[in-house]
């Protein structure tokens, strides 16, 4: 029975329900409704909005603003500054979402630890830690300055006194599942709780100009509200993703009204703290096996950045009437789409065969790019010929088999350049994006069938 003055909110994505249902309409996750108490209506009734009208509230033109040249503050962490669009923002609210354990609050202590070298006022508040902890964590990160304050609080109106008393230019939130308001009567994690601190983080840093990075913890049961209730109020939206038994962790930018999305940061998890790759291609390719069929390289774009990473394919004869398809760091129905055009184009008899496919490095790609180094690792695999060494690959493969144009070819050329790779397969009509390119081979083709003989060529 629903008690009154409730409502059910999805744990997940913020959806708000009158009645509870197993599976959310919004973002169709199942079981991630809860109930809690309606927020309270009317507060901006009336009153308010009269009070308000009468003080002058008047709009202005473009020109009659200044922007007070907003100087970014380097977080001493070059592949944070780049997700972040060039630095910290004055003011700026900036979300760091994951998966428990995978280095959020780490990564955090080390930018406090950079800033605090050179800005007089940082405050990381912990609301999961006790001091003890926290030290034990920076011990092993390294040394840190007096101007680093530390606070373990989970009451926010606490929290914004100090706040308003040191007038912080940084401040971490660590994690916003954990603060509460006393005013609201729903626990603290609870969606009401999270948007409601969220709203208060915001105000306060727009009107002292205190950057402040909140941390959110996904979580896949429920019980408490991910990040993604919070997406739409934050400036900024970086998701820290990674295998947690690898090393490597990607910072991805998903949202920032101050900069491009989509920007990556890779780092690697070490004893002594998160450490910048800076060169993620070398890093993603080290151990690729030489001479192997059904592996291939291949240049994906990661916003403005071109990573080379290596995709495996493994095809082998099916003992049974249906093939197994596999597909790890792909989409399972991209591979199978292609390998449709492989037995229909190239009249491979795929159907009879299963597939595994990987992408080395445990990282997710749904670029289309990629497709035709698939489409090389399935045949060669198939073929048990190996791609020849040095080679990168790159394009769209289409369903008649055609290879398509792809974005930024010169781009990705040039790191397969750098990285002494000396020949490189795309799509015909990228051409002429790469004409002036030197010192590396190039090969195009227009169609999947030109890749039988690429492939049976190098025996
Ligand atoms: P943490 O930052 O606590 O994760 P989150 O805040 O996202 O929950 O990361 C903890 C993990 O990182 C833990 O498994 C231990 C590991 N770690 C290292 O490997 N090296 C280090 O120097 C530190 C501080 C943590
Ligand atoms: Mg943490």
């Known amino acids: ?10 744990q997940n994505c913020g959806y708000e329900s009158a009645k509870w249902s197993g599976q959310c309409p919004s973002c169709r996750e199942w079981n991630t409704f809860a109930e809690e108490p309606a927020p309270a209506s009317g507060r901006s009734g009336g009153q308010a909005r009269k ?10 033109s473009l020109k009659q603003i200044e922007t ?5 503050i380097s977080t001493g962490m070059g592949e944070l500054d780049q997700v972040l669009g060039g630095g910290i923002v004055p003011g700026s609210l900036v979300l760091v979402g994951g998966d428990p354990g995978i280095g959020k609050s780490t990564l955090l202590l080390q930018v406090c630890r950079n800033l605090s070298e050179k800005l007089d006022q940082v405050l990381y508040i912990s609301g999961e830690e006790s001091l003890q902890q926290i030290k034990l964590r920076a011990e092993r990160i390294g040394s840190f300055a007096d101007s680093l304050q530390l606070l373990c609080e989970t009451n926010l109106a606490d929290i914004e006194e100090v706040m308003l008393a040191r007038k912080p230019r940084v401040a971490v939130i660590d994690s916003i599942q954990t603060m509460y308001q006393e005013e609201i009567s729903s626990a603290p994690g609870s969606v009401s709780q999270v948007r409601e601190a969220t709203g208060v983080l915001m105000r306060l840093a727009k009107e002292h100009g205190i950057a402040i990075f909140i941390v959110g913890h996904v979580t896949k049961e429920g019980t408490v509200a991910g990040p993604r209730v919070l997406e739409h109020m934050v400036d900024t939206v970086l998701y820290f993703e990674g295998d947690r038994h690898a090393s490597y962790r990607i910072l991805r930018g998903v949202k920032n009204r101050f900069g491009s999305t989509n920007e990556i940061g890779v780092f690697e998890m070490t004893d002594g703290g998160l450490k910048e790759v800076k060169n993620p291609s070398e890093y993603m390719l080290s151990g690729k096996p030489p001479g192997a069929s059904g592996s291939v390289v291949t240049c994906t774009m990661e916003g403005s950045r071109p990573m080379l990473l290596e995709v495996q394919a493994l095809v082998c004869r099916t003992n049974f009437g249906l093939p197994r398809r596999t597909a790890v760091g792909v989409d399972a129905n991209r591979v199978n789409l292609l390998m449709a055009v492989l037995e229909k184009r190239l009249n491979l008899p795929l159907s009879g065969y299963d597939a595994y496919v990987n992408v080395a490095g445990g990282i997710r790609l749904n670029e289309p790019a990629i497709d035709l180094a698939l489409v090389m690792a399935i045949i060669s695999s198939y073929k048990d010929v190996p791609i020849p060494d040095k080679t990168v690959v790159f ?21 397969a350049k750098k990285l002494g790779f000396s020949r490189i397969l795309l799509p015909l009509s990228s051409m002429d994006q ?3 390119t030197s010192g590396i081979q ?15 060529r190098k025996q």
């Open 1 to 10: 029975m629903k008690k009154s003055g409730t409502v059910f909110f999805c």
């Open 51 to 60: 009070k308000r009208a009468m003080t002058h509230t008047a709009p202005v």
């Open 68 to 72: 007070g040249g907003q100087e970014r």
């Open 395 to 415: 394009g769209e493969v289409g369903l008649s088999g055609e290879i398509r144009a792809v974005s930024m070819a010169r781009q990705r050329v040039q790191e």
């Open 434 to 436: 790469v004409k002036e």
């Open 442 to 456: 190039v090969a195009a083709a227009a169609s999947v069938r030109e890749l039988l003989s690429t492939v049976s």
